[in-house]
């Protein structure tokens, strides 16, 4: 049931009730599961996909029937996996060799883990582990090799970070480190999704040889998700953004969170605004790539969240205070937007672009390079689907076409120029045919409700053509009636 105040916003916001609306109601998935045709094991899997995350669950049930399953088993192993990192009550001894061998896991029937703290938000899907394990094995060989690939690459950088004694005390240090850290969290699972699309043929190879693109496409996710969560990592006893530029603006990280330095704070959160806005234009890039719809949908909905997501904490002092998250009805817009086609989805990509730019202030140290960052995104979305302004193009046009000679008239039709000038005639007669039409029914419909258009003559042939007061009216009516015979 949605609260009060969810009601009083949706009725505000009316047009975000819609794309709710419209969303749950009128949104046809583009392939649907056939539940029937499903293991015991694979719907338990299914419902522990909706469990840990509602919005990935929505579009990895409607992906094509080939990738369906790789997909979803893909998720959930590297959920369970960054469970195991992201829970600060399991000990290094026991996380490490965890974390470094969970790609062996894989491969072990039955295997399960009830070793994360009871405050685990994921912790039942380690728990139930077992059927994730049995689908796996089910899963085509070459999938099989992709997704142990990625894990074992994941499960390595993982375990170096949560050895480093450094990163545990203070946080990430460097951009260098934070942009791998996100290559091992978000930027392996864009190559393994890739690898998958491509195997299945649903993606375009040429994305393999730029390797760089799909890197941004996890990079661009992670680094939007980290932004976002700030406060709940503080509060966690985590640091996920770099001394190096958050100690251009603070002395100590906890002073991001006291009031007295909001400006300082929110000209750091523009800094990290600033590192992730340069993945923008090559997602857009890697979503050319895609030949299927629902796999565009898939890769496409969540950058679309981001960028708007983005667009929210850009210089909004709450982000240091809670988190911040677009409501269901932004979000539903988005997936409707998203789930069409690229130019809708640059579309969105230049609106949430603008409104950075708009939002953006020449106090800001980063003002001039956000600038730019924002003009690059637009100028990649113009590359690919170049807008075509009426008013600059006659401008452009006006010299050459003062400094050209006259064009010689063409000669004139006389066939063409007749049957112009009936058809005129015809549409014509056929408006004032329409006219009489309507007019004729309007005064008979008047005629038959008592209208005394014999009156209304006299009272015109008199000179008098305004209506007349009510005892000037009844006296001259009275004089064409006759009375009772």
Same mark, same amino acid.
């Given at each position: 049931?949605? &609260?009060?105040? #969810?009601?009083?916003?949706?009725?505000?916001?009316?047009?975000?009730?819609?794309?709710?609306?419209?969303?749950?109601?009128?949104?046809?998935?583009?392939?649907?599961?056939?539940?029937?045709?499903?293991?015991?094991?694979?719907?338990?899997?299914?419902?522990?996909?909706?469990?840990?995350?509602?919005? /990935?669950?929505?579009?990895?049930?409607?992906?094509?029937?080939?990738?369906?399953?790789?997909?979803?088993?893909?998720?959930?192993?590297?959920?369970?996996?960054?469970?195991?990192?992201?829970?600060?009550?399991?000990?290094?001894?026991?996380?490490?060799?965890?974390?470094?061998? *969970?790609?062996?896991?894989?491969?072990?029937?039955?295997?399960?883990?009830?070793?994360?703290?009871?405050?685990?938000?994921?912790?039942?899907?380690?728990?139930?582990?077992?059927?994730?394990?049995?689908?796996?094995?089910?899963?085509?060989?070459?999938?099989?090799?992709?997704?142990?690939?990625?894990?074992?690459? !994941?499960?390595?950088?993982?375990?170096?970070?949560?050895?480093?004694?450094?990163?545990?005390?203070?946080?990430?240090?460097?951009?260098?480190?934070?942009?791998?850290?996100?290559?091992?969290?978000?930027? $392996?699972?864009?190559?393994?999704?890739?690898?998958?699309?491509?195997?299945?043929?649903?993606?375009?190879?040429?994305?393999?040889?730029?390797?760089? $693109?799909?890197? &941004?496409?996890?990079?661009?996710?992670?680094?939007?998700?980290?932004?976002?969560?700030?406060?709940?990592?503080?509060?966690?006893?985590?640091?996920?953004?770099?001394?190096?530029?958050? &100690?251009?603006?603070?002395?100590?990280?906890?002073?991001?969170?006291?009031?007295?330095?909001?400006?300082?704070?929110?000209? =750091?959160? &523009?800094?990290?605004?600033?590192?992730?806005?340069?993945?923008?234009?090559?997602?857009?890039?890697?979503?050319?790539?895609?030949?299927?719809?629902?796999?565009?949908?898939?890769?496409?909905?969540?950058?679309?969240?981001?960028?708007?997501?983005?667009?929210?904490?850009?210089?909004?002092?709450?982000? /240091?205070?809670?988190?911040?998250?677009?409501?269901?009805?932004?979000? =539903?817009?988005?997936?409707?937007?998203?789930?069409?086609?690229?130019?809708?989805? =640059? #579309?969105?990509?230049?609106?949430?672009?603008?409104?950075?730019?708009?939002?953006?202030?020449?106090?800001?140290?980063? *003002?001039?390079?956000?600038?730019?960052? =924002?003009?690059?995104?637009?100028?990649?979305?113009?590359?690919?689907?170049?807008?075509?302004?009426?008013?600059? !193009?006659?401008?452009?046009?006006?010299?050459?076409?003062?400094?050209?000679?006259?064009?010689?008239?063409?000669?004139?039709?006389?066939?063409?120029?007749?049957?112009?000038?009936?058809?005129?005639?015809?549409? !014509?007669?056929?408006?004032?045919?329409?006219?009489?039409?309507?007019?004729?029914?309007?005064?008979?419909?008047?005629?038959?409700?008592?209208?005394?258009?014999?009156?209304?003559?006299?009272?015109?042939?008199?000179?008098?053509?305004?209506?007349?007061?009510?005892?000037?009216?009844?006296?001259?009516?009275?004089?064409?009636?006759?009375?009772?015979?």
């Amino acid at each position: 049931m949605p &609260s009060a105040s #969810d009601v009083i916003y949706y009725l505000i916001h009316f047009q975000e009730l819609r794309s709710i609306i419209q969303w749950k109601i009128w949104h046809a998935p583009v392939h649907e599961r056939n539940e029937e045709k499903e293991s015991i094991t694979l719907r338990k899997c299914f419902d522990l996909l909706e469990l840990t995350s509602r919005s /990935f669950s929505g579009v990895i049930q409607e992906l094509h029937p080939e990738l369906l399953v790789p997909v979803a088993v893909f998720y959930l192993i590297l959920r369970g996996q960054d469970t195991i990192e992201d829970d600060m009550t399991i000990s290094l001894d026991e996380k490490i060799p965890l974390l470094r061998n *969970f790609y062996n896991i894989l491969e072990k029937e039955g295997w399960n883990y009830e070793g994360n703290g009871p405050n685990e938000k994921d912790r039942e899907l380690l728990v139930k582990f077992e059927v994730v394990v049995e689908e796996f094995r089910k899963v085509k060989p070459t999938y099989r090799t992709i997704i142990k690939d990625i894990t074992q690459k !994941m499960g390595n950088g993982m375990a170096d970070y949560a050895a480093n004694a450094e990163h545990n005390t203070n946080g990430v240090d460097t951009v260098e480190d934070y942009d791998l850290y996100c290559h091992y969290v978000a930027g $392996l699972v864009g190559e393994g999704l890739t690898r998958l699309f491509v195997e299945s043929g649903l993606a375009n190879p040429a994305l393999l040889e730029r390797p760089h $693109l799909q890197e &941004s496409m996890g990079q661009f996710l992670q680094k939007t998700n980290i932004i976002r969560d700030i406060r709940e990592d503080a509060d966690d006893k985590r640091r996920f953004w770099p001394k190096e530029i958050w &100690s251009k603006h603070v002395d100590k990280f906890e002073d991001l969170f006291d009031p007295k330095n909001q400006a300082a704070a929110l000209n =750091c959160s &523009s800094d990290m605004v600033l590192d992730a806005l340069k993945h923008a234009d090559e997602c857009l890039f890697y979503l050319a790539g895609i030949k299927e719809q629902s796999v565009f949908n898939f890769a496409a909905i969540p950058q679309s969240m981001a960028i708007a997501t983005l667009e929210l904490v850009f210089r909004n002092p709450q982000v /240091f205070q809670k988190n911040v998250k677009i409501t269901k009805g932004q979000a =539903c817009r988005l997936m409707v937007q998203s789930a069409q086609n690229l130019q809708t989805v =640059c #579309d969105v990509f230049r609106v949430h672009t603008r409104k950075i730019h708009r939002k953006n202030t020449p106090k800001d140290p980063n *003002f001039l390079q956000i600038s730019i960052a =924002c003009a690059k995104v637009e100028q990649f979305i113009e590359s690919i689907f170049p807008s075509q302004n009426p008013r600059a !193009m006659i401008r452009e046009q006006a010299p050459a076409a003062d400094a050209a000679p006259a064009p010689q008239a063409a000669p004139s039709d006389p066939t063409k120029e007749a049957e112009a000038r009936t058809e005129m005639m015809y549409l !014509m007669i056929a408006c004032f045919g329409t006219v009489i039409f309507i007019s004729t029914i309007m005064i008979g419909v008047a005629w038959l409700l008592g209208a005394r258009f014999d009156v209304a003559f006299d009272q015109v042939k008199q000179g008098s053509a305004r209506i007349p007061a009510p005892d000037k009216a009844a006296e001259a009516v009275s004089r064409y009636d006759h009375g009772e015979l």
